[in-house]
């Protein structure tokens, strides 16, 4: 069984780094093909997709995040690690890490999200 699970500070202030841990059990961050994504949901809001870093270790962003993103990771801890760069209180949210499964069958692929952190709510206020 695959778990996920965040940490990390509940409030930043603004203008500094949030910066996430996803800690990973039952299975390896560079085994093919999972795809290991960080996820967030602001107050009243759906869910916005931040970027994922492939088991091979290739990292994609959101456009409208990317230049304050980055996603790296250990894997002699089988951790994958968010940066958000010069917060604001718009970057309050619940940020969840999941992994997004490739899954293969006759007529092609898809994608699928299989396993889910809790979840850890983000305060940016000063």
């Known amino acids: 069984q695959v778990q996920l699970q965040e940490s990390g500070p509940g409030l930043v202030k603004p203008s500094q780094t949030l910066s996430l841990t996803c800690t990973v059990s039952?299975?390896?961050?560079?085994?093919?093909?999972?795809?290991w994504s960080w996820i967030r949901q602001p107050p009243g809001k759906g869910l916005e997709w931040i970027g994922y870093q492939t088991y091979s270790g290739s990292t994609y962003y959101s456009p409208s995040l990317k230049s304050r993103t980055s996603i790296s990771r250990d894997t002699s801890k089988n951790q994958f690690t968010l940066q958000l760069s010069s917060v604001t209180p718009e970057d309050t949210a619940v940020y969840y890490c999941?992994?997004?499964?490739?899954?293969?069958?006759?007529?092609?692929?898809?994608?699928?999200?299989?396993?889910w952190g809790q979840g850890t709510q983000v305060t940016v206020s000063s």
């Open positions: 999941a992994r997004l499964a490739r899954i293969d069958v006759e007529s092609g692929s898809y994608y699928v999200y299989d396993y």
């Open positions: 039952g299975g390896s961050i560079t085994t093919n093909y999972y795809y």
